[in-house]
């Protein structure tokens, strides 16, 4: 939980955000400059990477590929803009997955919250759903949406990654906001209670309001699980034009190539930062509810 104490100054946030950043590059270089060229292994085992330009390249020269052509096809565009462009892919299809997860979860969590029966019977199997490994039930969805025929409508297999990613958006957001929803004070509900107050205006003008500490690290937690959802899915399913497949296909390239296959990656790391910064700016609107703020 963070305290409603000082808040960080501006300059400090960037000095830790900005450390967020130099400290891996520091350990990764260092670790390419002292560790053995065949890594370390035990019993066989390997435990750390090789330090081989090919296994290793520096970050210098994942960062230089980036401005390089993608493909060695005349004309071709830098790699960052064929990065950018599948991230862009990706993150809208993770958006509505996270907005399907959102729904979802905030209606698992009001029913829970109105039937403590249902509560009991729900939650175990909330909690259950997420050990289910996205590797298995990407081609399923993909499957059972493939049979559904309604008129002319036909399903996609972008949708198939839209629901996987709603399926790992939804929990942190049922479980966050179920929290939430039971964190007024029993003289406050008791107050509601006075003045027969139904429970749709208590949830609406108590419960809800309260949630907002608890819902809103929740619904960050929830783009980043949407974003991995999306990403897994589409290595998964198949799914071109996102980078879930490219990183699949540039990993082909790592042999003459060793700096491309990073491209993507990097690309991964600033589409969850990107989805996070997002739903971060629902914060701005929901200031005044903030105070006590909770972490998911």
Do not use: C
Not at 25 to 54: C, H, I, M, N, Q
Not at 110 to 137: K, N
Not at 279 to 296: C, D, I, N, W
């Amino acid at each position: 939980m963070t305290g409603t104490g000082t808040r960080t100054p501006p300059a400090a946030r960037i000095g830790w955000a900005a450390g967020g950043v130099l400290v891996p590059v520091l350990l990764w270089e260092g670790y390419k400059l002292a560790g053995p060229a065949g890594g370390v292994s035990l019993g066989g085992f390997p435990l750390l990477p090789r330090t081989t330009d090919l296994a290793m390249p520096h970050v210098w020269t994942m960062l230089a590929r980036l401005a390089e052509p993608a493909t060695s096809a005349a004309g071709a565009p830098p790699l960052w803009t064929a990065v950018l462009e599948a991230a862009a892919f990706t993150l809208g299809i993770a958006a509505l997955g996270w907005l399907l997860g959102v729904l979802v979860g905030m209606g698992l969590a009001m029913v829970m919250q109105r039937f403590r029966s249902a509560g009991s019977a729900l939650l175990p199997w909330i909690i259950l759903s997420q050990t289910v490994p996205l590797i298995a039930i990407a081609p399923l969805v993909r499957r059972w949406g493939s049979q559904l025929e309604i008129g002319s409508f036909a399903w996609e297999n972008w949708m198939s990654v839209a629901v996987i990613a709603s399926y790992l958006a939804f929990f942190p957001v049922a479980v966050g906001a179920l929290r939430g929803f039971a964190s007024p004070q029993a003289s406050h509900v008791d107050l509601m209670h006075s003045y027969s107050v139904g429970w749709w205006r208590s949830f609406l003008f108590l419960r809800l309001p309260a949630s907002i500490p608890f819902l809103l690290p929740a619904l960050r937690l929830a783009a980043a699980n949407a974003v991995i959802g999306a990403v897994v899915a589409e290595v998964s399913i198949g799914l071109k034009g996102g980078i879930g497949r490219m990183i699949v296909e540039y990993a082909a390239a790592a042999g003459g190539d060793p700096g491309k296959p990073w491209a993507p990656i990097f690309g991964a790391v600033l589409l969850g930062l990107a989805a996070v910064a997002a739903t971060s700016v629902l914060g701005l609107f929901l200031h005044r509810y903030r105070r006590g703020e909770q972490t998911a």
